[in-house]
C-alpha cells in the first residue's frame, strides 16, 4: 500500500501531524505501570511477573522495527501506519479476552507479543518520510513526530487510571479498559493513514511545500553496510546504555514514587502516582522536541554527552538524596526521563549525520534492537532487585539503592561509546562501492 504522493500545495508541515496521530497512540505503552497494581492484585502477580507484557512489547518493538525497517522503506508510511493500527488494537483486544477470562498468558501475548509488533512498525514508520521532507531540520522534524511516544501516557495514563476507577480495579474492570483503549486508539491512527503523504520526485517552486526528492549527496551508506561499521554498534551501545536507564524507571514509575515516601510523613497515593508518571510522560514527550532540536545547534554527539553525563548524576542524585526531598526526586527523574526521550528523538538525525538519508529508515530500524535489550534489562534490574529487597525485608528508597548504582555505570559505559564515534570509513559509502565493483568488473573482462 503506497502512500499518495503529494501535490505541488501541499504543505510538509501536514506530515508531522499524521506522525504524531500514531506516536501519540503507541505511547501508551508508558503508561504501563498504571495497571501493575491492579493486576498484581486481580491476578496474584509478582512485580517482576507484572512488568513480562511491557516488556516483551519493547522486545518486539525492537524486533519488528529491525526486520521490518526495509518494509517500510519498500512499502512506504502509509502501509507502516496500517499495519501499526492492526497490530496495536488487536492487541489490547486479545488482552482485554484475557484479563476477562484470567489467563495472563494472553495478556503477555496480545499487549506484548502483537502489540508489540504494533509498536515497532508504528515507530518507525514516518522517520524516514520526516527527514526527507525536512532535510535542512532533521533533529526537529523526528522530535515532533517521536515526541508523541513520550507523550501518549500522558494521555493514556490519567484516562486509564480513571477507566479503572470508573470500571473497577478487578479483572473485569481491567478488561473493559482495555477494550476501549483498543477501539479508541484503532479510530485515532486512522487519521495518520489518511493523512500522510511522501514528497514529490522533482522539487516545486515552493521549497517550504516540498521538500522534493534530493539527489543524495555527501555519505551515504546502505543499511547492509551500516552495520558493519564500529559507528553502528557504538550508537547501539549508546542507546541501550540511555533507553536502559530511563526505561527502569518509567516502567515501575507509579509503585517507585509510592515506595519511596511510604515510610514519610506524606506518603503519594495511587492517583497523585499516576499523576507522577503522566508527568513523566511530559518530561519524555518535551525532551524529545526540545533536545533534539537543540542537538541541530550544538551537534549529535555534544547532545549525547549531556544525555549520559547530567543523567548519571541525576540518578546519583536520587540514590543519595532522593527519599528526603519530594521536589528533589521528582526533578532528577523529570530530568532523566527528558534525557531518555531526547535519545529516542535525537537519535535518527545522528544516523543521517553518519549514514545519510539513503537507507536511514532501515538502519535504525536495526539500531532499535538495542531497544529490545534494554526493554528487557532495564525493568528486570529494577523490578528483580526490588522484589528481592522485600524478601529481605527492607523497604522504601533502599528498594532500588543497588539498581540506581547499577544505572550510573551503565550511562557511563554509554559515554565512553559515545566519545568513539567517528566519522564512517570511505570504503562504506555507497559511491565507494560502486566504483569497487566496476573496477572488478572491468578486471574480470578478457583483454
Known sequence: MSPPVAPPAWSRWLVPPAALSVHLSIGQAYAWSVFKPPLESSLNLSGTQSALPFQLAIVMLGLSAAFGGTLVERNGPRWAMTVALICFSSGFLISALGAETKQFWLIVLGYGFVGGIGLGIGYISPVSTLIKWFPDRPGM?????????????????????????????DNT?????????????????????????????????????????????????SANSAVRTPQFWCLWVVLCMNVTAGIGILEKAAPMITDFFADTSTPVSVSAAAGFVALLSAANMAGRIGWSSTSDLIGRKNIYRVYLGVGAVMYALIALFGDSSKPLFILCALVILSFYGGGFATVPAYLKDLFGTYQVGAIHGRLLTAWSLAGVLGPLIVNWIADHQKDAGKHGASLYDTSFIIMIGLLVIGFVANELVRPVDARHHIPAQREAADVERQQSEPA
Request: proline share 5%; charged share 5%; aromatic share 8%.
Open 141 to 169: 522534524a523526528t522530535g515532533i513526530a517521536i515526541m508523541g511516544f513520550g507523550g501518549g501516557a500522558l494521555i493514556a495514563s490519567p484516562w486509564s487510571a480513571q477507566m479503572l476507577k470508573s470500571f473497577g480495579s
Open 173 to 221: 474492570g481491567i478488561a473493559q479498559t482495555f477494550l476501549v483503549l483498543g477501539l479508541s486508539y484503532a479510530v485515532f491512527m486512522t487519521l495518520g493513514v489518511l493523512l500522510v503523504r511522501v514528497p514529490r520526485v522533482e522539487g516545486s517552486q515552493d521549497p517550504a511545500n516540498t521538500a522534493g526528492a534530493p539527489a543524495l549527496t555527501g555519505v551515504q551508506v
